[in-house]
């Protein structure tokens, strides 16, 4: 359910880390999720913080669908990133998926990432991110790996052009990106590479997730 709920600074808040300084953007950043006729339906909110040189970007997801008032898919999580410069040292995840729990963790080790999900134990390259999109990185990278089951996900991303769309209070002339491949998506971020809103179909059924 909701891979949505199923991607840092550098003049920006949400472009990918740069430089070894640890300075973290004020406050949550947080999103509606909304389902195509069904309205509101989630929150994504992501805090970020410093550990000495080391940016922790953590994320707290949580969304319900319901038919005739009774809940028929229910997803929340938690996701704990750790930066240092423009790598991911360590990533953890923790979903539960219509009760459900699955666990993702990802190390990085010399040359490369670990990382341990459902799949067992995978060795990536080690500019691998995961594939939440607050980092704007997320667009620059051919392999990305799923935060719910951990699997490597081969991608292609295509800008397509500018849409004026409302996030935060504000209209923006936002940069839109399709995902192909072994995950498909929109994603919208501003001139800066803040991102301000994604969407995608879930079992046939149209989310969007939009900066408030």
């Not at 994504?44 to 940016?55: M, N, Q, Y």
């Not at 990133?81 to 990533?91: C, K, N, P, S, T």
């Not at 459900?100 to 040359?111: F, W």
Request: charged share 25%; with cysteine.
């Amino acid at each position: 359910m909701l891979r949505w709920l199923a991607l840092i600074l550098v003049g920006s808040i949400f472009t990918a880390p740069l430089g070894l300084a640890c300075d973290p953007p004020p406050g949550p950043a947080e999103y509606t999720a909304t389902h195509a006729t069904q309205g509101q339906i989630g929150t994504h909110v992501i805090t970020f913080h410093c550990d000495g040189d080391a940016l922790v970007v953590e994320t707290a997801i949580e969304g319900e669908i319901r038919v005739l008032l009774l809940p028929v898919l229910r997803r929340e999580g938690r996701y704990r990133e750790v930066w240092r410069g423009d790598r991911l040292i360590a990533f953890d995840s923790r979903v539960v998926d219509n009760g459900e729990v699955y666990e993702v963790t990802a190390r990085a080790e010399g040359e490369k990432t670990i990382i341990e999900g459902r799949r067992g134990r995978i060795e990536a390259p080690p500019d691998i991110v995961s594939n939440h999109p607050w980092n704007h990185a997320v667009i620059e990278r051919p392999l990305v790996f799923d935060t719910q089951r951990g699997r490597l996900q081969e991608v292609q991303v295509t800008p397509a052009g500018t849409e004026r769309i409302t996030a935060g209070g504000r209209t923006y002339a936002a940069r839109k990106y399709v995902v192909t491949g072994d995950l498909e998506r929109e994603l919208w971020y501003d001139e800066a590479g803040n991102w301000l809103q994604s969407r995608l179909e879930v079992r046939g059924q149209t989310i969007t997730l939009t900066r408030r």
